[in-house]
T-cell receptor
Framework: AQTVTQSQPEMSVQEAETVTLSCTYD???????LFWYKQPPSRQMILVIRQEAYKQQNATENRFSVNFQKAAKSFSLKISDSQLGDAAMYFCAYRTWGLTFGEGTQLTVNP | DSGVTQTPKHLITATGQRVTLRCSPRSGDLSVYWHQQSLDQGLQFLIQYYNGEERAKGNILERFSAQQFPDLHSELNLSSLELGDSALYFCASSLGGPFTDTQYFGPGTRLTVL
């Protein structure tokens, strides 16, 4: 069974600085998709970024980028120029039929 | 706004009761997924429907069932409710591919079982 692990329950960053959230996963599949979702206090689940496992190039969406290391089964999220609105719970997720989520990392952004 | 709608937003009921949660997917999406977010279990995938048929099952209890109707909306039925069923229930939708497409989440239904 696939598992997703986020080893940092909480992280904090100063506004305008950079932070990296870690995620590792376990799978025997060779083709899969990985996602980062953001859950602000409103509890809405918002897609941040996605990565196809067959692509070697790391995905980027504006200030958000990933470091995908397939052999190491690692999928970290980097947030550059952090903003107050980035404060949220971040979930890493592995996609096959459904979604397997990590435990989440609560990100605090300090002004 | 993801385009996925869920009703009701909040639901309070008693143990032993049965409730129905409703979801309308984004226009054009054929797949609907149900997920549960609770304090004890975290976020868990429950079940997926594609164009009216069950496609995949996750950690869904036997007391829970779902269906997808011809107009593609979906309902999640929870019966013989227990205190531990209190959770935020998300519906998500996608175009339909099992592995390739992105799930977009609705705002959730918060269920409280007293």
């Amino acid at each position: 069974a696939q598992t997703v692990t986020q080893s940092q329950p909480e992280m904090s960053v100063q506004e305008a600085e950079t932070v990296t959230l870690s995620c590792t996963y376990d799978t025997s599949e060779s083709d899969y998709y990985l996602f980062w979702y953001k859950q602000p206090p409103s509890r809405q689940m918002i897609l941040v970024i996605r990565q196809e496992a067959y692509k070697q190039q790391n995905a980027t969406e504006n200030r958000f980028s990933v470091n995908f290391q397939k052999a190491a089964k690692s999928f970290s999220l980097k947030i550059s120029d952090s903003q107050l609105g980035d404060a949220a719970m971040y979930f890493c997720a592995y996609r096959t039929w459904g979604l397997t989520f990590g435990e989440g990392t609560q990100l605090t952004v300090n002004p | 706004d993801s385009g996925v709608t869920q009703t009701p937003k909040h639901l309070i009921t008693a143990t032993g009761q049965r409730v129905t949660l409703r979801c309308s997917p984004r226009s054009g999406d054929l797949s609907v997924y149900w997920h549960q977010q609770s304090l004890d279990q975290g976020l868990q995938f429950l079940i997926q429907y594609y164009n009216g048929e069950e496609r995949a099952k996750g950690n869904i209890l036997e007391r829970f069932s779902a269906q997808q109707f011809p107009d593609l909306h979906s309902e999640l039925n929870l019966s013989s409710l227990e205190l531990g069923d209190s959770a935020l229930y998300f519906c998500a939708s996608s175009l339909g591919g099992p592995f390739t497409d992105t799930q977009y989440f609705g705002p959730g239904t918060r269920l409280t079982v007293l």
